[in-house]
């Protein structure tokens, strides 16, 4: 409970869970960049005192972890069916990691270190089970989940990349073809794409 600035009535505030923190968090980091993201300032916009943050949070990087792991709830599993259905179906999970790598930005950053909880190795089970379902062999699922997992991330950053280089994407590819000259006509193509 927290009193009223004139003295009145304590209010009620709601109760810290670790649920409300994640959120808090990933909201704050949507908003103004991990960077940014202190334990004091997500206290303060909880309106919490920081230390009742520990009491849902182990430190730092367990609020990482179980921030990446709200963002890693966000996408659509693949889910195969028939024997020819895997194709579609891992290209809808990888659309689906786009899309909720692009909304928290901040994601790809942390992605491949911080742990995995529950949300982020369903989806990675998932992947793998989707991979399985192409009967492609033990070393080419392997192989698969990797290069699957590298793309999205690695697309991701570039994609994240070219959007903060610049305000305006057109003006910038125009000048970057301006010196191209003649000869890349297969890169000017591309660049216009």
């Known amino acids: 409970m927290t009193g009223t600035a004139e003295g009145g009535p304590p209010r009620l505030r709601a109760p810290l869970t670790r649920e409300r923190v994640l959120d808090a968090a990933v909201a704050y980091a949507d908003q103004h960049g ?9 206290a303060a916009e909880l309106g919490f005192e920081v230390m009742s943050l520990y009491n849902h949070v182990t430190n730092k990087d367990d609020l990482i972890a179980g921030m990446v792991d709200r963002v890693a709830a ?3 599993p693949p889910a195969v069916t028939g024997p020819d259905g895997w194709r579609t179906a891992m290209r809808a999970s990888a659309v689906s990691a786009r899309d909720a790598l692009l909304r928290h930005p901040w994601a790809e950053s942390v992605w491949s270190t911080s742990l995995p909880g529950p949300a982020r190795t369903g989806y990675m089970d998932a992947l793998l089970g989707g991979l399985d379902a192409a009967e492609l062999g033990d070393d080419l699922v392997y192989l698969g989940f990797h290069a699957v997992t590298v793309h999205i991330l690695g697309y991701i950053r570039e994609e994240l990349d070219l ?11 125009a000048d970057f073809m301006a010196g191209l000259g003649d000869d890349h006509p297969h890169l000017e193509t591309h660049i216009r794409a």
């Open 34 to 42: 991990l960077a940014k993201l202190s334990m004091r300032k997500l």
């Open 74 to 76: 966000e996408i659509e």
């Open 163 to 173: 959007q903060s280089g610049t305000d305006d994407l057109e003006a910038a590819a």
